[in-house]
């Protein structure tokens, strides 16, 4: 069976005085060595430059308001059921009268805390989410921390800002090269700088 | 007159010194810049303009490790071995002429620490010498490792001088001179030797590589085989020091290179250049401008083949331990006999009828 055409049949014949010099051997192997020199690099630099991760990239979490700016959430506890690391907590709240612009629905969230430590980002809790409140955002992903008290994060970071509103845009490379000429151009700000391989 | 003769070469030997040292560090870098580039990476590029800093970073990290010496191992030996490498890694440096001379206040002096009558003897007793700074640090470590790459370290380069040796014998019987100086400016322009002795310049630049521990010869600190070869056992400053004596070495060899085979501070067309400097700035002015361009392309070429090192150490892998000393004692030894025969009858039938024939 053969997988590729590249395989080569062994053989064991003599040496032809060229090989045995071993010169011209070296000499092509410098050629290709010296070729590499010069080729373009491939390298992206990490922290300036981040490469665009494809709009299915789940990286740190977000709850949703709806077009009214309502918090989508009501703490039916879903997700922290589904959530493989037990990552989620929350505690629930009855919807008091005049906050109806608050919340969309009688019940909410009072606390929401999303353990970055224990959340291995598998989706789970997007996926079980009957509100579409949760998200885990294609374009952030949950910055280095140094101190314990920044691995919890709770409502104050994860529900959404109405002012800066997360939209899964660019669902292809195309796309995601026009944001980033948009970006250039100033027309977007939200929007990390990457490299497109 | 005296006085102005000792500044100037005072100054000569400190720059040189300084130079060799500044050079040897910047290798350092080179190298993982070389490496990186053809491996198609950026290469250390965070400290300070390009990575330019990068060096210092290094050695403020040796510095600051700890300097362990094993309980086992014999203290002053130890201490001896690291020494010993930087010492005649930096010794070599003496004798290699740099450029031609420089002219002040009616006194001529030559751009080269001291002009020995035995230059290429002197290097050959030093390069040899540096083989004990390896030897003894890696007996005085009392690991197996070590002496195993100690060992392997000497015959290695006993075995290399010998070829590499015979590849300098066929330049002493076209020039007939043991001094470098001399050697150099018989290849004034480009009557590079080179040109008679390609055969003797590849055993020579072999040796070389073995003699410097490079790869393909660098089985002394064979990572897969002996752990880290003489300096397992060595940290901080002492292993610093054993591979800043690595790319003395590298820079050292490569000046000899430059200077044994390629001219040295001779270009093709210097004297066009130095009629027109001497004529633009005078007599004494255009000489010394005439001396340092030479003095650059000298360091041009030892760099080239610096990169070189570096070019050869990513391109070829490891030779096997048989296979070095098959190919020192069975194959470069014969050929540089062979080079001897071919170079002495060169010039005893030969060169009549060339100089005849350019006459």
Known sequence: MQLTNRSKQVSNKEMTLAERAYLPAIAQGMAITLKHFFKKKVTIQYPEVKRYLGPVFRGRHILKRDDQGRERCTACGLCAVACPAEAIQMVAAEREKGEEHLY?????????????????????????????????????????????????????????????????????????????????????????????? | MELTEFIIKAIIILVIFGLTLLIAMYSTYGERKVAAF???????????????????????????????????????????????????????????????????????????????????????????????GIMVGGWASNNKFSLLGAIRAASQNISYEIAMGMAIVAILMMTGSLSLRAIVEQQHGGNWNIWYQPLGFIIFITCAFAECNRTPFDLPECET?????????????????????????????????????????????????????????????????????????????????????????????RFRYDQLMNLGWKGLIPLAILNIIITGTGVLFLEPYFSALLK
């Open chain 2, 225 to 317: 085989e002996l752990v880290g070869g003489y300096h397992t056992e060595y940290s901080s400053m002492k292993l610093g020091f054993y591979l800043f004596a690595e790319y003395i070495n590298m820079f050292i060899s490569s000046a000899v290179i430059s200077a044994l085979y390629f001219g040295g501070y001779n270009y093709p067309g210097m004297d066009w250049v130095y009629t027109q400097l001497t004529g633009a700035f005078g007599e004494v002015a255009g000489h010394n401008a005439a001396t340092l361009i030479g003095t650059a392309v000298f360091f041009g070429k030892a760099l080239f083949f610096v990169f070189f090192y570096m070019w050869v150490r990513w391109t070829l892998p």
């Open chain 1, 104 to 197: 969309r629905e009688e019940k909410y969230a009072a606390v929401y805390e999303v353990n970055m430590l224990r959340c291995i980002f598998c989706g789970l809790c997007e996926e079980a989410c009957p509100k579409q409140a949760v998200y885990l955002r294609h374009d952030e992903m949950v910055p280095v921390f140094v101190e314990r008290d920044q691995v919890i994060w709770g409502k104050d970071m994860l529900v959404e800002d109405m002012n800066n509103r997360y939209k899964r845009e660019a669902w292809t490379k195309e796309e995601a090269r026009q944001l980033d000429e948009k970006k250039a151009r100033g027309e977007v700000s939200n929007v990390e700088p990457r490299a497109i391989p």
């Open chain 2, 38 to 132: 053809i491996q198609d990476r950026i290469g250390p590029n965070r400290a300070g303009p390009f990575g330019m800093l990068q060096p210092l970073a290094d050695a403020g990290k040796m510095f600051f490790k700890e300097d362990f010496i094993p309980a086992q191992a014999n203290k002053w030996l130890f201490i001896a071995g690291p020494a010993l490498a930087m010492l005649t890694a930096l010794m070599a440096s003496a004798v290699i002429p740099f450029g031609d001379t420089i002219r002040y206040d009616g006194v001529e002096v030559a751009v080269q620490a001291v002009e020995a009558n035995i230059g290429i003897l002197y290097i050959f007793g030093v390069v040899s010498l540096g083989v004990y």
